[in-house]
């Protein structure tokens, strides 16, 4: 008796244990999966080693490609900070999305979303998800841009900088947490005595250098990632790296601010040189910290990582670009239509997932960006975008993909800039007026968009200047400024 007894409870066991892990694998498989969006600020496509750079080194970043997919024809929204990250966040190009530009203090509600509008982390958290934007953000700010703050914005918790322009100085006296200002230890001296930002922010140049706030920002990320490790979650991890101090610049003549040079420090190159290239190696160091981190809460398999820059690299810190080559085979750099002012590094990771050691052609965007995590994680996709999932190229399966017809970018500084690219390769660009003639280049075959070939093709010219029309809507905050008959530039010479 008491040996079948004994037999009956150790079946009973074993049933309620394969019960158990049954249970356990499915609550697995079911969970959605967890979605960190990395974006650097002003980092050149040539700025990494797996993208061609010879003298910086970021063995993480050059890892994470070799673990994942690599694109070598992706763009971002704009060729400026805040209609680059709005194009990011609603899925919007910069013909239909709130923010088409740096608007600066002049009507603060131009650089602001709005109520109603829609965003990635809205979309993710009304699907059940954690959602935290930590760095920096630049669509919404205190006061009467509040309505933009990310935590009105779809966004459960926010750490780091509201005001872009803030941003610029990487020891401020205050960080923002949800909508409150945060004291920090630095001192910050007044900017130059011209500018408003400067005045209103304390922008200038910290004179006590007591709190690095790239390393605050990073330790954010990381407590926040293990805090959500057994809920589905989306980080929005918007590092200020590489930017500049632009105002400090004006003073201190090194807008490159570090807490030091690290591997550089033997360098024969000048401070600003060392500084650009230490600031892009200490994100690159946090960012090997985060997948760490992953592997260590055992939820790197169940988690895509995304890696990207805003726009272009800038010429703003001191430092000398013709050292480094920042936008590698590209013409032009931050606040170009050319390609090195809006062709980025992008980097997809998700082990398992994505196989290891791709690297993908597909032409993609800023935009696709809100289509692709709804797809990967099964959330609702908004009616209006201009983007299309990524998930067949991620997932490998290239003949599901969607092709976008034309990519449509515009921007408003010196005059009324637009550019398009056809059918992945014929890129059109009109300067400062609309009235202004078109330049055309085949990207494939001429990267550094160096010939044009308008007067070769004119029936492309003829559907990129209806395109100019067709593809953006009119905004009261941007309306269209024609500039001065011949200016606007060729978008720089190729570095």
Known sequence: MGVRFYSVIMSLVRCLTALLLAATCLVAAERKPNIIFILADDLGYGDLGCYGQKLIQTPHLDRMAAEGMRFTQFYAGSTVCAPSRSVLMTGLHTGHTRVRGNAGTVNPLAQSLRQGDMTVARVLKDSGYATALIGKWGLGDEGEAAVGLPTRQGFDYFFGYANQHHAHNYYPDFLMRGEEQVRLRNKVAPGSADNPVAKRF????????????????????????????????????????????????????????????????????????????????????????????????????????????????????????????????????????????????????????????????????????????????????????DGMSLQPTLLGQPEKQAQHEHLYWEFHERGFNQAVLMDGRWKAIRLNRTDAPVELYDVVSDAGELRSLAADKPELVARAKALFVSARSESADWPIKEGAPGGGGKGGKKK
Not at 248 to 257: I, T
Not at 318 to 345: A, C, N, W, Y
């Open 202 to 385: 304390g922008v200038g140049y910290a004179s006590e250098k007591v709190e690095y706030s790239h390393d605050l920002i990073a330790a954010e990320g990381l407590k926040w990632v293990e805090q959500q490790k057994d809920r589905p979650f989306f980080l929005y991890f918007a590092l200020t790296t590489p930017h500049a101090n632009n105002e400090a610049n004006r003073d201190l003549k090194n807008g490159q601010e570090v807490p030091d040079f690290g591997i550089y420090s033997d360098k024969d190159w000048s401070a600003p040189n060392k500084g650009q290239a230490a600031m892009i190696s200490r994100m690159d160091r946090d960012i090997g910290r985060l997948f760490d981190l992953l592997k260590r809460l055992k939820i790197d398999e169940h988690t895509l990582v995304c890696f990207s820059s805003d726009n272009g690299p800038h010429n703003e810190g001191g430092h000398t670009p013709e050292l480094f080559q920042p936008s590698g085979p590209l013409r032009g750099m931050k606040r170009s239509l050319t390609d090195g002012g809006i062709r980025v590094p992008f980097i997809a990771r998700w082990p398992g997932k994505i196989k290891a050691g791709v690297v993908s052609g597909h032409v993609g965007w800023f935009a696709d960006f809100l289509p692709t995590a709804c797809a990967v994680t099964g959330a609702k996709a908004p009616a209006k975008t």
